[in-house]
């Protein structure tokens, strides 16, 4: 019971990761905010963990400071308080790194021998300097 009575919010808690770290602050005693985009989802997470005493569904989109303001507030309404801020909530893109780390034919010997950090700015030189993909 390491988090007991302490009131966390944890964004984008509906699914993934930060509903495994809901679950386990809810399990250490701790009342928890799922703060997620979709108000449907965050209640069926928040429902998972127990009643609206130990968890809270509220949407939140982290990108939208009003969002964030008006999910604060209702914390503190529902809570008396904030301890703990989680922001699990994030995007990561891959793609554009993918693609460059695969290039449609062999690249020039510079670009494979390097460690991935300097390949990637080589590549930039060479995709415009020799290969043009
Ligand atoms: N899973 C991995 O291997 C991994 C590795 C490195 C980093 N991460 C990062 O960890 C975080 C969680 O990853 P995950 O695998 O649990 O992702 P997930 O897609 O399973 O869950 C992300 C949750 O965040 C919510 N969300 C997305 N945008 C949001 C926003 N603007 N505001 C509020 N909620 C939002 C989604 O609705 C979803 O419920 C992400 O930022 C991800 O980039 C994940």
Redesign the pocket.
Known sequence: MRLKDKVAIV??????????IAKTFVREGARVVI????QK?ADA?AGELGDTRKALGLV?????EQQVEAGVARTVEQFGKIDVLVS?????IVAIWMVRFSPPAPCCSACTSRAPAEALSIWDRCTRRRHRF
Request: no cysteine.
């Open positions: 964004t984008g808690a509906a699914s993934g990761i930060g509903k495994e703060a997620d985009l979709n989802a997470a939140m989109d982290v990108t939208n699990n909530a994030g995007i990561q």
